[in-house]
T-cell receptor
């Protein structure tokens, strides 16, 4: 198993500002993933973060809005830039299981933009 | 990823078995079926996965039809704490490394 810690667990931010979310894993992992869950909706993959290379973004998500860092095999950050109320969501970090069979998820960061 | 179809909601009485169906008729030969659940305000939790054989663990059983076009997650003795959204996912390729496409899932409500 893997233990994933996300910080902050929740935040209320002013529109136009940026928030950086941290994801720490208790073991080295190759791939880390960032998801968004809008209110009442399912999870949507934002991007895949590989150590030593640029993140790979899914359709509808761009690096300028959601820059991601992956400085080592246990840590990643997601920044939500120039926030608007539409960015109010839960943001979740996940890692793949050893052997590639499924994933573990953090508890998420509940973001409210006012 | 193979498209999966699940009923939007189901009810179950506490102590009874909850049987959650999933249709994945376009699944290919090397695609596993995964089940996750998300309890309110928490991150998704892995439950079980399988390829073609039935699987059982401490949380649930997974029954996969012989043609692999559908599966059923069974919670043998549902409790109130099993109330959650259950997601059936069939990611592309033999190993997903955690890259998952979530559908809308099934909201399971366990009532006293």
């Amino acid at each position: 198993s893997a233990v994933i810690s996300q910080k902050p667990s929740r935040d209320i931010c002013q529109r136009g500002t940026s928030l950086t979310i941290q994801c720490q894993v208790d073991s080295q992992v190759t791939m880390m993933f960032w998801y968004r869950q809008q209110p009442g909706q399912s999870l949507t993959l934002i991007a895949t973060a590989n150590q030593g290379s640029e993140a790979t973004y899914e359709s509808g998500f761009v690096i300028d809005k959601f820059p991601i860092s992956r400085p080592n095999l246990t840590f990643s950050t997601l920044t939500v830039s120039n926030m608007s109320p539409e960015d109010s969501s839960i943001y979740l970090c996940s890692v793949g299981k050893t052997g590639g069979m499924g994933a573990f998820f953090g508890q998420g960061t509940r973001l409210t933009v006012v | 990823d193979a498209k999966t179809t699940q009923p939007p909601s189901m009810d179950c009485a506490e102590g009874r078995a909850a049987n959650l169906p999933c249709n994945h008729s376009t699944i290919s030969g090397n695609e596993y079926v995964y089940w996750y659940r998300q309890i309110h305000s928490q991150g998704p939790q892995y439950i079980i996965h399988g390829l073609k054989n039935n699987e059982t663990n401490e949380m649930a059983s997974l029954i996969i039809t012989e043609d692999r076009k559908s599966s059923t997650l069974i919670l043998p003795h549902a409790t109130l704490r099993d109330t959650a959204v259950y997601y059936c996912i069939a990611p592309a390729g033999g190993t997903s490394y955690g890259k998952l496409t979530f559908g809308q899932g099934t909201i399971l409500t366990v009532h006293p």
